[in-house]
């Protein structure tokens, strides 16, 4: 058919329909007037009622727009294209359902390395085997998601770059590409204390000591990552493997924006956290922390050294459990190897910074570990402070309650921040 404008297209409609100008614009709701102009050219029907007319005359409204009848190869052609794009969405969604699938593949081997590593380090009290054992499923499975990913990208030929569909099916096999890899450093990550911590390859990690570190580990891993991924993707924005429209581009800059505020002041908050923490660190230390007990006449400390202990739970000096010390044929030698006498060898004295001996004692109490002192002016080293083994160790436990409150403040920091961040980040 020759082509026509709408106007005569429309007028052609209207008398092979039988109908008049007054019968058209009745059921239209216009004036036989407009629809005069309508067919002379001189006006165009409102965007509302180009379905309406199309609809009456039994035309699709692009051939109402172009003002001729497709022609059956078109019709035909069309048709193809529909069934061809219809098959294409069919084949991508085939794909992506295969590369999720094997992605969840993937994060399981790397969930198994975790779990083998915890098998060595419980079952067999192997640290470090469980950490190289572990590393072993992390390495398949970041391989395995790696190869997962690229036999997907490949699957879209370089022809639909700009196809929306093959975008979107490019951009959602990535970010599950991202998230095992993610998965598989944070497990990496909660891995690092069976290799940091023990200082014997045949000594088993304790779950408190292993949960303390990993959980902060794997908390500062899952962060960095997270912002590798975003500026991942605003590369791949940049170079065109992501096709996203205006809006979608003008939202994801905006969540770059909000990611390098919150990051900064992250950093900020767990500098100041750090700092603290050095300075008490510095400040105190596990003896500085311990229960001590404190004498103030050298008689009373002397009782309390010289009697035969062995084992003590720290307190008043008369709370002493004393634990006679087991009969055994002990022999005792001098820094020059010539062998001394029980007594001898025990003999320890207090002195002052000129030499002066303040007092002297025999050192039977097996349980002090540190003794304090500091010389006054008359001569006299009283109080004399003394901190026992288990005094120390509870010391040391005090100082790890300490770091530990600290550490939950780095989880927190760090969980306020992704909290903001993903209150306030827009979806694009």
């Known amino acids: 058919m020759q082509q026509k404008t709408m106007g005569s297209f429309l007028a052609a409609l209207r008398k092979a329909s039988g109908m008049t100008q007054r019968e058209l614009a009745e059921q239209l709701n216009v004036s036989d007037k407009t629809v005069r102009r309508w067919e002379r050219d001189e006006g165009a029907p409102d965007l509302s009622l180009i379905p309406v007319i199309a609809e009456l005359f ?18 035909t052609q069309e048709d193809n294209d529909k069934k061809a794009q219809k098959q294409r969405k069919y084949l991508l969604a085939s794909s992506l359902s295969r590369s999720r699938n094997r992605s969840l593949l993937s994060s399981a081997l790397a969930v198994t390395g975790l779990i083998a590593a915890m098998i060595c380090n419980f079952g ?9 054992v572990g590393c072993v499923f992390y390495l398949a499975a970041g391989v395995s998601q790696a190869i997962i990913l690229s036999n997907a990208l490949f699957s879209v030929s370089e022809e639909s ?40 390859a045949h000594v088993g990690l304790t779950a408190g000591g292993w949960c303390a570190l990993g959980v902060l580990i794997s908390v500062v ?28 581009q003008e939202i994801f800059k905006g969540n770059q924006r909000l990611l390098r505020t919150c990051v900064t002041a992250l950093v900020i908050c767990l500098a100041i956290t750090g700092t603290a923490q050095l300075i008490l660190n510095f400040a105190m230390d596990a003896t500085s922390l311990a229960p001590s007990i404190r004498f103030d006449d050298y008689d009373s400390f002397i009782a309390f050294m010289e009697r035969d202990v062995d084992s003590y739970s720290y307190g008043a000096p008369d709370n002493v459990v004393a634990t006679p ?67 120390l ?36």
């Open 221 to 248: 891993i899952a962060l960095i990552c997270y912002i590798v991924c975003h500026f991942v993707d605003s590369k791949l924005m940049k170079n065109g493997t992501y096709v996203l429209t205006e809006k979608q």
């Open 325 to 391: 010390a087991p009969d055994s044929s002990i022999v005792y030698y001098d820094q020059y190897g010539n062998e001394i006498t029980e007594e001898e060898a025990n003999y320890r004295e207090l002195t002052l910074p000129d030499g002066t001996v303040v007092c002297s004692y025999q050192a039977r109490n097996r349980t002090v570990c540190n003794i304090r002192y500091s010389p006054k002016e008359d001569g006299s080293i009283l109080p004399i402070t003394v901190i026992t083994y288990d005094a």
């Open 124 to 132: 067999f009290l192997r640290a470090y085997i469980g950490f190289f």
């Open 58 to 75: 039994g035309v699709t409204c692009d051939e109402l727009l172009r003002g001729e009848r497709r022609s059956p190869v078109e019709r």
């Open 161 to 200: 770059l700009q196809d929306p569909d093959a975008a979107a099916f490019r951009r959602t096999v990535i970010r599950q590409a991202q998230r095992t890899f993610c998965l598989t450093a944070v497990l990496l990550g909660s891995s690092l204390p069976l290799l940091l911590l023990p200082g014997d």
């Open 393 to 428: 160790y509870a010391g040391q436990a005090r100082l790890n309650a300490v770091n530990g409150v600290i550490a939950a403040l780095y989880v927190l920091e760090i969980g306020l921040t992704v909290l903001v961040y993903a209150l306030r980040r827009k979806n694009a």
